[in-house]
């Protein structure tokens, strides 16, 4: 158990012009890592992260439910029966998943303020998370070779719309995962480093259980 | 094995006492995320399984309840939400719930689940 720590800072009026210490102070109340208790007592960062988590829930419902109008809508071209490779499918759906667990292992590290661990199970979760995003680039390209592009038919769009949202968001947090392993390798994190670690890990086990809902209407369960 | 670390939030020391006891760091241990990984793994091979036999009308439930078993496994254990704050729970889940029941009214609409259609 430790203390939370009582810093006196002297804060700006409304002119700007900081008071000092025998006109008036501003008590501040931080914990141990630093940052402000709020009247939540909750983080207040945390709070943003699963607020916006939960709004990525309507973006992700808009694209599905998108997809699962238009998927029977591909006459004259190659449809789902004919694109879908799913062993190769399963295969990254396995890798994407295992990038969840080196993600909670990175996460547990953090919390036990274990440096060294932390970052070789970032670079782990980025290395599943590359492999994920390259079978992707693969599934893509054979689909073009195929005949299958973009604007070829309602089912395309809606199908490359979908699962190309969801590729730039594994992306963005594999470039998320590498400047936290580069920012901590410099000791160079703002804040509570747990708590930054836990964010990036919400982010992206929330790009997991996308792929899980993913994986099982549009691939497995046959329009 | 699980160990409960209270460092972040002092109800003691808050200045308006509104710390929660449940915004807490929760340490599991490497073999237990390793064991919850491995059942996920299970589920997704048994969802594979049933995509090549034909198991008639059990098959689109069945995959349903898969999926929501696996959905909820990653959000409660690896999100450690089961462990957080509800408050957060209900942030995540209204959201979750709202694009589930806006999406299915659409779908409804347009008479996706129809099968004359």
Same mark, same amino acid.
């Given at each position: 158990m430790s203390e939370a720590t009582l810093t006196e800072t002297p804060t700006p009026d409304d002119d700007g012009v900081v008071e000092t210490a025998d006109h008036g102070t501003h008590i501040e109340y931080t914990d141990d890592h630093g940052h402000p208790e709020t009247t939540t007592g909750l983080s207040n960062n945390k709070l943003g992260m699963w607020l916006f988590l939960g709004s990525e829930c309507l973006l992700f419902g808009g694209l599905i439910s998108t997809y699962m109008l238009y998927r029977g809508r591909h006459t004259g071209t190659p449809g789902p029966a004919q694109l879908w490779d799913i062993p190769l499918t399963s295969v990254s759906s396995f890798v994407l998943l295992m990038s969840s667990l080196t993600m909670v292992l990175a996460v547990s590290a953090a919390q036990q303020r274990d440096d060294r661990q932390t970052i070789v199970w970032l670079s782990v979760t980025a290395l599943l998370g590359s492999t994920f995003v390259g079978a992707q680039v693969y599934e893509f390209t054979s689909f073009y070779h195929e005949?299958?592009?973009? @604007? @070829?038919s309602l089912f395309s769009s809606s199908f490359f719309t979908l699962t190309g949202f969801h590729g730039i968001h594994v992306t963005v947090g594999i470039i998320l995962l590498m400047s936290l392993v580069g920012i901590i390798s410099r000791s160079e994190v703002p804040g509570d480093k747990a708590e930054v670690v836990e964010l990036i890990g919400l982010y992206w086990h929330f790009v997991d259980i996308v792929w899980i809902v993913i994986f099982t209407l549009v691939y497995l369960i046959p329009a | 094995m699980t160990t409960v670390d209270h460092?972040?939030? $002092?109800a003691h020391h808050a200045p308006t006492g509104h710390?929660?006891? $449940? $915004?807490i760091h929760v340490h599991k241990s490497t073999s237990f995320y390793v064991k919850v990984a491995a059942a996920l793994a299970l589920v997704t091979a048994v969802e594979v399984g049933l995509y090549y036999l034909d198991i008639g009308k059990l098959f689109l439930p069945a995959l349903l309840i898969l999926m929501v078993v696996k959905f909820v496994t990653v959000v409660s254990l690896f999100m450690h939400l089961r462990f957080d704050n509800r408050l957060f729970s209900w942030l995540f889940y209204s959201g979750l719930f709202l694009a589930v029941i806006v999406y299915l009214i659409a779908l409804l609409t347009f008479r996706v689940f129809d099968p004359t259609t």
């Open positions: 005949g299958v592009g973009f @604007t @070829t | 460092t972040r939030h $002092d710390a929660s006891p $449940d $915004d």
